[in-house]
Structures are given as structure tokens and as C-alpha cells.
């Protein structure tokens, strides 16, 4: 059977192939912090430890509604708002199951094929790999060095909107780098973006 031709462009994940090589590094006696799968081993705290096991003994096992547990998202609306000083409602909060499918979700809803989207370069590489999936145009914005460590090369960013783009990722703390942008950076950030 002949397989969809859009799959050239689903990629793979490389933070795998890099635990390979960071797995024989480590093999030669190197010392390794394994941050490139971002799955760092630390012990499940125990109020969550204890928080799972009441659920499943209070027989929380089935599935719970599509954007998530009213009370969780509601808490969540209200946590993130007052750390914000702005007002959520918990219809703005959607549960997921981790980063990869919210990418997903995002690219497919607001990107039509043939449409660029700027992207974190180095990032996850998943970032391009969806947007290409989706028949997406996928165009890296990087970071310069600073005597601080790294920050958003806004120039560069300034020169790869084209009528054609369409969304720009951006996260912060950026990784793997922890670029974090000043607030004058995000307000150029938000600027660019309207």
C-alpha cells in the first residue's frame, strides 16, 4: 500500500536520536544532564502521588470531558489570572495531553497550506515539522548571543514577515537556550504580530 505523500513531511523527532548519542557519551564515563527530552529524573512530589491515589480510590478512572475537568480548568482561569492581573474564564482553558498535540491543534487551525509560519530556531523540533505536515511554509527566527546569555534577533525576525506569513511561535523561556524576553521585547513581539 502506498502511503499519503504529506508524510515526507511529518520528520521525526530528533531529541531521541540525541538521547542515542548522549546515551554512548554518557557509556564513555562523560557526565550527562539529560535535558533534551525535557523528561528530567525527579520524584513525583508526594501531595501529587497522594492527590492520584485519592482519585483513584474516589473512582476518578473514566474519561473526563474533551477540554478537561470543569473545576481543574476553572482553577487553572483563575490561578493564571491572578498571576496576570487580567480575568479568564475557565471556556479560555483547555486540558491536553502535552505539548505535541496543542501544536498540532494550533498549526491545523490557524495556518492554510501555502502559508508561513515563523518558528524558534533552535526549538522543538516539532514546531517545523507540523507546520511543513500541514503543507505549511516553515521559516526559523533564531537568537543572538548577549553578555546575558541569548535574546530574540529582532531584526532578523522584522525581515521574515512577508505578507504570506500567517503565525509566529514563541515561547518563553525558550528552549533549549532559557531565552527570556524583557517585557520591551514582548511588547515589539506583540507589536510585530498585529
Given amino acids: 500500500m502506498e502511503l499519503a505523500k504529506q508524510l515526507e ?3 521525526t523527532e530528533t531529541a531521541f536520536a540525541v ?3 548522549a546515551a554512548a557519551w554518557a557509556a564513555k564515563g562523560n557526565k550527562v544532564y539529560p535535558f533534551h527530552l525535557g523528561d528530567i529524573n525527579l520524584p513525583t512530589p508526594t501531595n501529587i502521588v497522594e492527590a492520584m491515589q485519592k482519585a483513584i480510590a474516589d473512582g ?3 474519561y473526563c470531558p474533551g477540554p478537561g475537568i470543569p473545576e481543574l480548568r476553572d482553577t487553572i482561569a483563575r490561578d493564571t489570572g491572578a498571576r496576570r492581573s487580567l480575568s479568564y474564564s475557565a471556556e479560555n482553558v483547555a ?3 502535552g505539548g505535541k498535540p496543542v ?3 494550533f498549526i491545523a487551525t490557524v495556518m492554510n497550506p501555502g502559508d508561513e509560519v515563523l518558528y524558534p530556531n533552535p526549538g522543538f523540533p516539532i ?3 507540523q507546520i511543513e ?3 505549511g511554509i516553515a521559516v526559523p527566527y533564531g537568537y543572538i548571543e548577549t553578555d546575558t546569555g541569548f535574546s530574540l534577533d529582532m531584526d532578523a525576525m522584522r525581515a521574515a514577515i512577508t505578507p504570506k506569513t500567517r503565525a509566529l511561535i514563541y515561547n518563553n523561556f525558550q528552549n533549549p537556550n532559557s531565552a527570556e524576553s524583557s517585557p520591551e521585547e514582548m511588547e515589539v513581539l ?3 504580530c498585529i
Avoid: H, M
Fill in 95 to 97: 486540558i491536553q495531553p
Fill in 19 to 21: 538521547s542515542g548519542a
Fill in 127 to 129: 514546531y517545523e515539522s
Fill in 9 to 11: 513531511y511529518l520528520g
Fill in 190 to 192: 506583540a507589536e510585530l
Fill in 133 to 135: 505536515y500541514q503543507g
Fill in 60 to 62: 476518578y478512572t473514566s
Fill in 103 to 105: 501544536i498540532n491543534k
